[in-house]
T-cell receptor
Framework: GNSVTQMEGPVTLSEEAFLTINCTYTATGYPSLFWYVQYPGEGLQLLLKATKADDKGSNKGFEATYRKETTSFHLEKGSVQVSDSAVYFCALSDQTGANNLFFGTGTRLTVIP | DAGVIQSPRHEVTEMGQEVTLRCKPISGHDYLFWYRQTMMRGLELLIYFNNNVPIDDSGMPEDRFSAKMPNASFSTLKIQPSEPRDSAVYFC???????????FGEGSWLTVV
């Protein structure tokens, strides 16, 4: 079946620190992989995605590379800001046409000045 | 382009009352999803539609929950009667068949007292 395992939170970092949030997946076939972000009091926003192996998704300084050999899609950012404080969700799409998403449990990031 | 539009954004209701949540998907999208988010269970898919037809409602928790999509631009999620354990954020989302990105609304924050 399809599932996503995400790094447990919460994560607290100082401003300008390096961020890694681990995500691994189990899937049949060749899923697309996503990172969504949820800022306090808001809905989920697509942060980045990758649709095939070795693709790198990037947005707002965040990056994640689709690693088929390790079934991973770790989120990274070189220098976090206070405004990056949010909950980050890793997800995969089962590519059955419905594009239904399977979400990880979310990782709460707090960046302190 | 307008995103997924949900209403109400916030609702507080008494136990036993009927609750109706509304969603307008992105124009041209043929898939519509309803998700529920709680602290205990994270993000759960309740039901999804394709071309206004319910495809998978296995995530609907019980008969008190029902969802309809009378046309391509409108869907409702109804809870009758509501219970305190239904308190959650309910997200509507939509996508296109040929795309593989699901776009979320800002959510309806429901509190049942």
């Amino acid at each position: 079946g399809n599932s996503v395992t995400q790094m447990e939170g919460p994560v607290t970092l100082s401003e300008e620190a390096f961020l890694t949030i681990n995500c691994t997946y189990t899937a049949t076939g060749y899923p697309s992989l996503f990172w969504y972000v949820q800022y306090p009091g808001e809905g989920l926003q697509l942060l980045l995605k990758a649709t095939k192996a070795d693709d790198k998704g990037s947005n707002k300084g965040f990056e994640a590379t689709y690693r088929k050999e390790t079934t991973s899609f770790h989120l990274e950012k070189g220098s976090v800001q206070v405004s990056d404080s949010a909950v980050y969700f890793c997800a995969l799409s089962d590519q059955t046409g419905a594009n239904n998403l399977f979400f990880g449990t979310g990782t709460r990031l707090t960046v302190i000045p | 382009d307008a995103g997924v539009i949900q209403s109400p954004r916030h609702e507080v209701t008494e136990m036993g009352q009927e609750v109706t949540l509304r969603c307008k998907p992105i124009s041209g999208h043929d898939y519509l999803f309803w998700y529920r988010q709680t602290m205990m269970r994270g993000l759960e898919l309740l039901i999804y539609f394709n071309n206004n037809v319910p495809i998978d409602d296995s995530g609907m928790p019980e008969d008190r929950f029902s969802a309809k999509m009378p046309n391509a631009s409108f869907s409702t999620l109804k809870i009758q009667p509501s219970e305190p354990r239904d308190s959650a954020v309910y997200f509507c989302a939509s996508s296109r068949t040929e795309g593989n990105t699901i776009y979320f609304g800002e959510g309806s924050w429901l509190t049942v007292v």
